[in-house]
């Protein structure tokens, strides 16, 4: 119940910022959507994937201005957060267009998964769907943390080199609005 509120209150900021800005009406799962996806380092593809030209356009003048905050992401996603369903994340997970993904996250996080807390956390689709998306947004290293709860120090340099080859290579727009869509689902 605590969870449920303080989601609800924290997801209240999220909904004013989109509302303000765009002309379009979003529900609450398409503004939380909109607001994960702005905080990607390289938002333009999925906002243009996932929005009418109209709403992407109005947001991708200012995106980091919808962007979702540390203290949301800890809110909805941190480690304490749960999911409410599944969401399809199962799936998507488990689906071998995130395999690849899958196998560069284990091998940057080799040493902290290998620890019997993490490698229980990092078990879930949750979790390895939640850092498929931080390795994404502005400060991986903090949000990975955020998710698995620490992170091995003997990681923090192949994560950075993960991120390093994200930015380099880019990403999979389909995969990443499917993660983004289902993460949505998972808490609204």
């Known amino acids: 119940m605590e969870q449920s509120q303080r989601r609800a209150e924290i997801f209240a900021p999220i909904r004013q910022r989109v509302a303000s800005s765009v002309a379009h009406r979003l529900d609450d799962k398409?503004?939380?959507?909109?607001?994960?996806?702005c905080a990607m380092r390289d938002p333009e593809e999925v906002v243009g994937?996932?929005?009418?030209?109209?709403?992407?356009?109005?947001?991708?003048?200012?995106?980091?201005?919808?962007?979702?905050?540390?203290?949301?992401?800890?809110?909805?996603?941190g480690g304490n957060a749960t999911p409410i369903r599944d969401g399809g994340l199962t799936q998507i997970v488990q689906s071998r267009e995130f395999a690849p993904g899958a196998a560069s996250m284990t091998t940057a996080l080799r040493c902290t998964v290998a620890e019997q807390q993490q490698a229980r956390i990092w078990a879930r689709p949750w979790s390895q769907?939640?850092?498929?998306?931080?390795?994404?947004?502005?400060?991986?290293d903090a949000m990975v943390e955020s998710v698995l709860g620490t992170v091995v120090k003997a990681d923090s340099r192949r994560i950075e080199e993960l991120h390093c080859a994200i930015d380099d290579d880019g990403y999979e727009t389909l995969l990443m609005s499917k993660v983004i869509?289902?993460?949505?689902?998972?808490?609204?």
């Not at 869509?181 to 609204?188: K, N, Q, T």
């Open 129 to 140: 769907a939640l850092c498929y998306l931080a390795l994404h947004l502005e400060s991986p």
């Open 30 to 37: 398409s503004a939380l959507q909109l607001a994960l996806a």
């Open 49 to 77: 994937f996932l929005f009418p030209a109209l709403v992407a356009k109005q947001v991708l003048k200012a995106p980091k201005s919808f962007a979702l905050c540390h203290d949301e992401w800890m809110t909805l996603f």
């Open 181 to 188: 869509i289902a993460l949505s689902e998972c808490v609204l």
